[in-house]
């Protein structure tokens, strides 16, 4: 369900993990909404470690008893420089990103798996602002994980606070610290 109908990200490659604890033998997908049955949270990984508090905070909202589920998404910035492409089509590209992609949302995902979080992992192709923000709103997340670290002048989390704010959309970014606890602007 698309919240508030912005498409500003252009998809060219996206792909979808899913850690085959949820993917074999289950009828019904562990991300079917059943009415109050978990918070979805949207953390942006990469291969930075603070990438990573967003999981924390994930674990510390089970830990203060809420059902949480979570998805991991990766975005590759679209490459466009002549020198890369005179000798790998976008295609190629693209399959190395999302080798990457696979790479970073399996090492978060570890510690989501020892704690039965059901996750999935997402990897777009696009702007990584726009990608964050649409795909919160694809798949109905009802929060934004993002790091402290980057909270500074013309930052990623900086960045999202902002476009979500300016564009009206409804799914709150919360700033955590390296402890995945929540931290007041």
């Known amino acids: 369900m698309i919240r508030s109908g912005h498409h500003h990200a252009s998809s ?11 993917s074999r033998g289950n009828s019904m997908s562990p991300f079917e909404r059943t009415a109050g049955r978990s918070t979805r949270i ?8 603070d990438s990573r508090w967003g999981v924390r905070y994930s674990l510390w ?17 679209p ?14 590209i693209a399959e190395f990103q999302s080798g990457r992609a696979q790479s970073f949302i399996e090492d978060a995902g570890h510690s989501l798996a020892q704690e039965n979080i059901p996750y999935r992992g ?7 602002v726009f990608s964050i923000l649409d795909t919160a709103e694809e798949l109905d997340c009802d929060e934004i994980a993002m790091p402290l670290a980057r909270w500074g002048s013309n ?3 900086k960045e999202v606070m902002s476009r979500a704010k300016k564009e009206r959309r409804d799914i ?7 402890e995945g606890v929540p931290v007041t602007s």
Do not use: K, M
């Open 12 to 22: 060219i490659a996206i792909r979808e993990f899913i850690h085959p604890q949820y």
């Open 42 to 49: 949207l953390v942006p990984i990469d291969a930075t470690e």
């Open 61 to 77: 909202r089970r830990r203060q008893g809420a059902e949480v589920e979570v998805i991991l998404l990766n975005v590759g910035e």
């Open 79 to 92: 490459i466009t420089q002549w020198q890369v492409l005179r000798f790998r089509t976008q295609r190629e």
């Open 122 to 128: 997402l990897f777009r192709q696009g702007d990584t």
């Open 155 to 157: 930052t990623l989390s």
């Open 172 to 178: 709150p970014v919360v700033i955590v610290n390296s």
